[in-house]
């Protein structure tokens, strides 16, 4: 084997090792934090099961993309593309584009307000 593959394996074991760590640390404050809130509940509201609670699921905000939306828009990048891209230069148009499509709504919404300003003040 040649050094620089047991170097480069070496390194991204250390990366994967600090994360994992990093990950653990974050899982075991999460605990503790939900640990102190059942033992607050339990002061307040004697009464109540904790454990009944059900946990509430992530759910992405709207601005989010929607389903489908980001490999609509990679396909797109790809195929106006004169020449092959690295997956950092298909990140990067990703951004550019979704910061003009951010643009464009908010341009849009700004739009909207105004008409109705002036739809409802009166002509002078």
């Not at 946990?55 to 396909?75: E, H, N, T, Y």
């Not at 690295?86 to 148009?93: D, Y």
């Amino acid at each position: 084997m040649t050094d620089y593959m047991v170097t480069g394996l070496v390194k991204k074991r250390a990366e994967l090792a600090g994360e994992l760590t990093a990950t653990h640390n974050r899982l075991r404050a999460l605990v503790n934090q939900l640990e102190a809130l059942d033992v607050t509940l339990r002061i307040v509201a004697p009464d109540m099961e904790v454990e009944a609670i059900r946990p509430k699921a992530f759910r992405p905000p709207d601005d989010w993309s929607k389903r489908g939306q980001m490999s609509r828009l990679v396909l797109s990048i790809l195929r106006q593309s004169k020449e092959p891209l690295t997956s950092r230069e298909i990140a990067a148009q990703m951004l550019f584009e979704r910061a003009r499509w951010i643009r464009r709504t908010a341009y849009a919404a700004c739009n909207d307000e105004a008409r109705g300003y002036c739809a409802t003040r009166p002509a002078r």
